[in-house]
């Protein structure tokens, strides 16, 4: 099983999907014959992933359900919060927002019993998304800077980059560009550091609200760099990378409007 999870960074951020499946289904059928159920919740929650990024959310809503049910079998809290984590974050994907924030709320509860910081970070991360999505501005910007804070305490700079990328959005969303350039371009390191594509192109966006033209253009010359060199090979990427950002160009492109 030790594989598959050493390759599995590389096969989610290299966009090798297929080749992925074919990989964690393999340590699923291994794990089920020998009878290992913490090694199939494990390859379950691996496994979720890469059918979501490919298409097929209720298979990966099934899987990570699956590794629910196995940790909470084996007694394992913190797989319980992680697979939480990740059926909140499917909920959030299928605009099912109140079984999301239940599911995520279930996590960050038992996250918090155990002390783990950055799963708290990642539960309160997604949690600011679903406020967001719904429209709750105040209490997504609370949980996304609940969210940074905890992952700049524990040094997590991917998740660090998640979530200011997500407070600037929401930032935008209210038309509050001088905060949202302070999130998104001010706090440069963990944007060095994540080269994040999502996360320079909203530090452009931010910039050109407020008229600092010189910053917004290598803000989005950076976005687009990172997006070429990180682009996933699988063909449905586009769809799957752009069909959350749709409501929110549209929901920015109103803001602009009525300003």
Do not use: K
């Not at 319980?80 to 994907?93: C, N």
């Not at 509050?176 to 998104?184: F, H, I, K």
């Not at 760099?225 to 950002?245: E, K």
């Amino acid at each position: 099983m030790s594989i598959p999870a050493a390759m599995d960074g590389f096969l989610q951020t290299r966009g090798y999907w297929d080749q992925g499946l074919v990989l964690h289904q393999a340590a699923l059928a291994t794990a089920r014959g020998i009878g290992d159920r913490a090694g199939q919740a494990r390859a379950l929650m691996l496994l979720s992933p890469m059918q979501t990024v490919t298409g097929d959310t209720p298979a990966a809503v099934a899987s990570a359900t699956g590794a629910l049910r196995l940790y909470r079998d084996l007694g394992d809290r913190a797989g319980q919060a992680e697979a939480l984590t990740m059926i909140g974050l499917l909920y959030m994907a299928t605009d099912d927002y109140p079984a999301a924030a239940a599911e995520l709320r279930q996590a960050l509860e038992l996250f918090c019993d155990l002390g783990h910081r950055r799963g708290q970070g990642d539960a309160l991360n997604t949690l600011g998304q679903v406020h967001r999505w719904t429209g709750d501005y105040r209490a997504a910007a609370a949980s996304l800077r609940q969210a940074l804070d905890l992952h700049r305490d524990t040094g997590h700079r991917s998740g660090q980059a998640a979530a200011l990328s997500n407070l600037g959005a929401v930032q935008q969303l209210t038309g509050d560009y001088p905060a949202a350039t302070a999130t998104t371009a001010a706090r440069s390191p963990e944007l060095t550091m994540s080269r994040s594509p999502t996360l320079a192109m909203a530090a452009s966006f931010a910039h050109s609200r407020v008229h600092v033209y010189s910053p917004a253009a290598t803000g989005a010359s950076t976005a687009l760099r990172r997006r070429r060199t990180t682009a996933p090979r699988c063909p449905t990427a586009r769809h799957h990378t752009c069909r959350r950002g749709i409501p929110q160009q549209r929901r920015l492109g109103r803001l602009a409007c009525e300003r």
